[in-house]
């Protein structure tokens, strides 16, 4: 069965640093999204993408953070200079095009740390 | 915009009880509504989806969940508890604005008492 993949799964850097989270969407699949869960609170949306732009993206989404589709298959979420506020679970997500295509199939995340 | 709330952010059942994990939306259309399941350590995973078809969505797992528009809820049940069952579970409701991002509730944790 198709799966949303990302990596790494585990991220520390020092605040300040860049990072690139990776995710690999379904193949077919037309819309994708970033969703971060602080621990212990509830997953937000962050931003999502669609025929090569953000679509919609939240308050939290700030200049900071870009998202891009370098190559066709991959879609990252840059952070450029991380917060100790960053520090959560970045989870990818994806869905195919049109009525019944409503589910969004989520990756396993990525956990970020900043020191 | 849309909303949802989840009575109880803890609910602990023993093993082959009912489970009842309760959300409530809120939505300015009809709904589509989601419950996912995520296991300590992993990603999310969808369980059921109501998408305006039948009211009484059936999904993996033994767990189902009804929707009723008069009480605006979206409950999700099984009727056995099993040890596996002990994960965090969202009810979400996708957005009607342009991609149409999914929005959570806060979670609530299952636990399962032997």
Partial sequence: EPEVTQTPSHQVTQMGQEVILRCVPI????????????????????????????????????????????????????????????????FCASRGQGRVQETQYFGPGTRLLVL | AQSVTQLGSHVSVSEG?????????????????????????????????????AT??????GFEAEF??????FHLTKPSAHMSDAAEYFCAVRGIQGAQKLVFGQGTRLTINP
Avoid at chain 2, 28 to 40: A, C, E, G, N
């Fill in chain 1, 27 to 90: 193949s077919n699949h037309l819309y994708f999204y970033w969703y971060r869960q602080i621990l212990g609170q509830k997953v937000e949306f962050l931003v999502s993408f669609y025929n090569n732009e953000i679509s919609e993206k939240s308050e939290i989404f700030d200049d900071q953070f870009s998202v891009e589709r370098p190559d066709g298959s991959n879609f990252t979420l840059k952070i450029r200079s991380t917060k100790l506020e960053d520090s959560a679970m970045y």
């Fill in chain 2, 17 to 53: 009880a009912l489970v009842l994990l309760r959300c409530n939306y809120s939505s300015s259309v009809p709904p589509y509504l989601f419950w996912y399941v995520q296991y300590p350590n992993q990603g999310l995973q969808l369980l059921l989806k109501y998408t305006s078809a």
């Fill in chain 2, 68 to 73: 009723k528009k008069s009480e605006t809820s």
């Fill in chain 2, 56 to 61: 009484l969505v059936k999904g993996i797992n």
